[in-house]
C-alpha cells in the first residue's frame, strides 16, 4: 500500500522560511518522479516544484523561482520543499505526489498517480 505522508506545514510569517517533508511507503522511492502542489481556499490546485527519479532534473512554478527548493533524500525516502522569502499569497494547503510512468512529469498534475494527505502552510504579513 503506497503511502506518502506531508508534513512540516505550519503558521510562518511573510519572509520567513518552513520546511515541508513528504515521508513515502509502499513505493520504490527511486523509481518515482516526485512533485509538490499547492491549492488555496477557492482555487484549483497548482504546480508547485517537481523533481525527476535521479534528482538531476527540478522545474518551479515562476511564483516560486528562487525562493523555494524541491530536494529528495531517496536513502529515506523523503521528499523536500525548502520554503523562503514566504509571502501572504503561498498561504495554501501543500499536497506532495509521485509519479511512475515518466522521469520527470512536471506540472502535468494527471500524470500523478499517488498523493499525500496535505499540510497546511498559512503565512501571516
Known amino acids: 500500500q503506497v503511502q506518502l505522508v506531508d508534513a512540516g506545514g505550519g503558521l510562518g510569517q511573510a519572509g520567513g522560511s518552513l520546511r515541508l517533508s513528504c515521508v513515502a511507503s509502499?513505493?520504490?522511492?527511486?523509481?518515482?518522479?516526485m512533485g509538490w502542489f499547492r491549492q488555496a481556499p477557492g482555487k484549483e490546485r497548482e504546480f508547485v516544484a517537481a523533481?525527476?527519479?535521479?534528482?538531476?532534473?527540478?522545474g518551479y512554478a515562476d511564483s516560486v523561482k528562487g525562493r523555494f527548493t524541491i530536494s529528495r533524500d531517496s536513502a529515506k525516502n523523503t521528499l523536500y520543499l525548502e520554503m523562503n522569502s514566504l509571502k501572504p499569497e503561498d498561504t495554501a494547503v501543500y499536497y506532495c505526489?509521485?509519479?511512475?510512468?515518466?522521469?520527470?512529469?512536471?506540472?502535468?498534475?494527471?500524470?500523478?498517480?499517488?498523493w499525500g494527505q496535505g499540510t497546511q502552510v498559512t503565512v501571516s504579513s
Open positions: 523533481i525527476s527519479r535521479s534528482g538531476h532534473t527540478k
Open positions: 509502499g513505493l520504490t522511492f527511486s523509481t518515482y518522479g
Open positions: 505526489a509521485a509519479e511512475s510512468s515518466r522521469n520527470y512529469a512536471g506540472s502535468d498534475l494527471r500524470a500523478y498517480d499517488y
